[in-house]
């Protein structure tokens, strides 16, 4: 911006230009849509921001992008032929505005290089020394500035390591330091191989790891810290269990070695993950803080689903209503329901009594605003008779499709509308989760009453920022540059980590991998790695299979952990499903390639004892005989507690439990998932 700001008038901009900043280019674009009669639902602004972005980091103007027939075919085969347009129109109007935008500081200071040598040569002169930090994350526009600028004396230090290239999908490219000793002449080379950080374990897995990747500069980080504790690698059932087993895993760590919630950080590949975490720990009453973003249940996507279950439950609940009554857009602008508002005021009634009686009140609407009140009171009323039989996961999955949620998130195809779309996903993987859980109490229906209960406790605790001390919850790209004692990597499953969409091309997969790198020396004394064996899916149980990654550490660097599924009294299954696993025998074998991508998947094969388990129908005789009042079981979610009562028989056989997390609960036997420990 500054070299700019003293040479704007050479390309017509005053040297007082404004900057816009992504909500400004957005709402041109927004404006440019309308007053081009488009269809909003074709033409999203901010898919359309996105593609202009992408555009000018590639230094692809107007002029170029009508030159380039396949860039022009591309857009017409993706419904927007007038997406040339709309760029051509932003750019005019940024232009008349005296502004540039973000993209704008790198595409304008490349056109002032090559266009006009004078002011190339001038800060040629200025500029004789240059040094650039974390080269590995630099763009093509920043490439070719930093090129012209150091070509006349070739005084040019870059920092960077390539094994830490994670931003391709901000338009950095891992080529520039790969690269480097092509583009100058008498490069010196210094490795900084040395790491302070980590224990020996770590880094050599980590160095295992890496050297996978085929393109990267050569290299062999060492350290003379400790050998320190192997990697642990732990294996759950389903996406809660891990949250529950991480959760259970840094209390305990807490307890045996006097540590602090802030030497704990909790690293996943998607913010959606966070869910299952968050949630756990608040039932281990751990305190942790979301690092570059908001808590789970705080998302606009999460309280816009919370808003109609809430309002289903409580029509009168007014905060609930005014976020979605046009939400997804329906035709009820702020001044009808300002005008609800005041006659709810008047009549003394709630706003939805108001709407549900609206031909009987003095609120002036026209007919056409008329039914579409109507058509929302008769949507929340029909969400209010299924209610009536529906569990809670039943009913959200139906109030997320009929209300037009889905859909709405679903088009915008930006990453903010993928990451959308993924936390309402993990919404109802969650209410899934939760009436699954809720089969176990004797005095819970899993409706979405009790599941709205459970969520207001969970978001009373968020709003208690007040402590430093908390544990750290972060994707592994925010996670860069920070480092913690002890690092939980969760979710290591293929087309999770690895990303699905990274499985096209080689270069996409060894980005992957950098990632994987960069999450596991963020970790100083212990590091684990989670996977599941099943994961949620729109409240479907699906089969995971184990990353490739965990396979590809060397062995001697791994600790395979036993889940203590042993020994469950009836968790529907009459023996473990793990069977007669043995710590340290599990290994995970490479199966025939998926797909046209190098290195092929992983996995994960059991070993050869593992026991076929035959379903059970819920034996009584299990539980009279394994277990009395007094008794010290173990439940996964609920940790340790005494049987306190025993009542029922056959089907309606119950135990009344004192546990450490929850307190006292009541126990359908026939679904509880108990493990007797004394």
Same mark, same amino acid.
């Given at each position: ?27 041109? /674009?927004?404006? /440019? ?8 639902? #074709?033409? @999203? ?8 972005? =992408? !555009? ?30 709309? !760029? ?7 232009? @008349? ?48 500035? &930093? ?62 790891? /890496? ?40 209390? %305990? ?5 006097? *540590? ?39 998302? +606009? ?40 508002? #005041? ?38 009323? =029909?969400?209010? #008779? ?93 996670? +860069? ?17 690895? =990303? ?19 999450? $596991? ?12 064996? =099943? ?5 479907? *149980?699906?089969?995971? %299979? ?34 007669? /696993? %043995? ?19 992983? @996995? ?24 009395? &009042?007094?008794? $010290?079981? +173990? ?13 029922? +028989? ?10 450490? &997390? ?11 998932? *108990?493990?007797?420990?004394?």
């Amino acid at each position: 911006a500054r070299i700019l700001r003293y040479e704007a008038d050479k390309l017509g901009y005053p040297s007082n230009f404004t900057i816009y900043d992504t909500q400004d280019s957005q709402r041109l /674009i927004s404006s /440019i849509i309308k007053e081009m009669s488009l269809d909003k639902d #074709v033409y @999203k602004y901010k898919q359309i921001y996105s593609r202009i972005s =992408s !555009y000018k980091n590639s230094l692809i103007t107007v002029k170029a992008y009508f030159q380039n027939p396949e860039l022009m075919e591309a857009d017409t085969a993706a419904r927007r032929p007038r997406l040339g347009d709309i !760029y051509k129109e932003y750019v005019e109007r940024c232009f @008349k505005a005296g502004a540039m935008d973000f993209d704008d500081l790198l595409l304008k200071t490349n056109e002032l290089l090559t266009r006009f040598p004078e002011v190339l040569a001038k800060y040629q002169n200025r500029f004789r020394y240059i040094l650039v930090d974390e080269y590995q994350d630099t763009n093509h526009s920043q490439y070719l500035i &930093v090129r012209a600028l150091s070509d006349k004396f070739q005084n040019i230090c870059v920092v960077g390591d390539d094994a830490q290239s994670i931003y391709a999908f901000r338009g950095a490219n891992i080529n520039n330091i790969l690269n480097f000793q092509r583009d100058y002449d008498d490069v010196k080379v210094y490795r900084l191989e040395q790491n302070y950080r980590s224990t020996k374990n770590i880094v050599n897995a980590a160095n295992s790891i /890496i050297d996978k990747n085929e393109v990267k500069l050569e290299k062999v980080v060492w350290t003379a810290n400790e050998e320190g504790q192997k990697i642990k690698v732990h294996r759950s059932l389903t996406d809660g269990d891990e949250g529950r087993f991480v959760a259970s895993s840094i209390f %305990e760590n807490k307890m045996q070695n006097q *540590l602090k919630n802030s030497d704990f950080a909790v690293l996943y590949r998607t913010n959606a993950q966070s869910r299952a975490i968050e949630d756990a720990l608040r039932k281990r009453d751990i305190p942790y803080r979301i690092f570059g973003g908001l808590s789970f249940y705080q998302r +606009k996507e999460i309280k816009d689903v919370l808003s109609y279950l809430r309002l289903i439950i409580n029509p009168a609940d007014e905060e609930a209503l005014k976020r979605i009554i046009n939400f997804p857009a329906r035709g009820i602008g702020q001044t009808t329901i300002d005008k609800l508002i #005041v006659a709810a005021n008047a009549y003394d009634r709630s706003i939805f009594e108001v709407m549900k009686n609206i031909d009987k009140t003095e609120v002036k609407i026209n007919s056409g605003t008329r039914n579409k009140l109507l058509n929302f009171v008769t949507m929340i009323e =029909s969400f209010q #008779v299924m209610n009536q039989t529906a569990n809670a996961f039943e009913l959200a999955d139906h109030v997320a499709k009929k209300s037009g949620l889905i859909r709405e998130f679903g088009q915008d195809g930006t990453p903010e509308g993928i990451a959308r779309m993924e936390n309402i996903e993990e919404l109802l993987n969650g209410i899934k989760d939760f009436v699954e859980g809720q089969r176990e109490l004797a005095d819970s229906t899993g409706s979405i009453s009790e599941f709205l209960e459970d969520v207001a406790l969970a978001t009373d605790l968020d709003n208690d920022k007040g402590d430093a001390n908390r544990v750290a919850l972060m994707t592994i790209h925010l996670a +860069k540059g920070l480092e913690f004692p002890y690092v939980y990597i969760v979710g290591l499953e293929e087309d999770l980590f690895p =990303s699905a969409m990274s499985m096209n091309t080689r270069s996409e997969l060894e980005e992957e991998r950098r990632l994987f790198y960069v999450a $596991l020396t963020r970790a100083e004394k212990q590091a684990y790695l989670t996977y599941t064996l =099943s994961r949620y899916r729109w409240g479907k *149980l699906i089969d995971a %299979e184990p990353s490739r990654f965990i396979e590809e550490i060397d062995e001697q660097y791994l600790d395979i952990i036993t889940p203590l599924e042993e020994r469950r009294i009836n968790p529907m299954l009459d023996a473990s499903i793990f069977g007669d /696993i %043995e710590p340290n025998k599990i290994r995970f074998k490479k199966p025939a390639v998926k797909k046209k991508i190098t290195p092929p998947a992983t @996995k994960f094969v059991p070993p050869k004892n593992l026991k076929k388990v035959a379903k059970t129908n819920g034996n009584t005789n299990l539980f009279d005989s394994k277990l009395a &009042v007094g008794n $010290l079981v +173990k439940h996964i979610r609920f940790g340790t507690g005494e049987v306190l009562k025993i009542e029922g +028989k056959g089907a309606d056989l119950k135990a009344e439990i004192k546990f450490e &997390v929850g307190g006292v609960k009541k126990l359908l036997l026939r679904f509880a998932k *108990l493990e007797v420990v004394g």
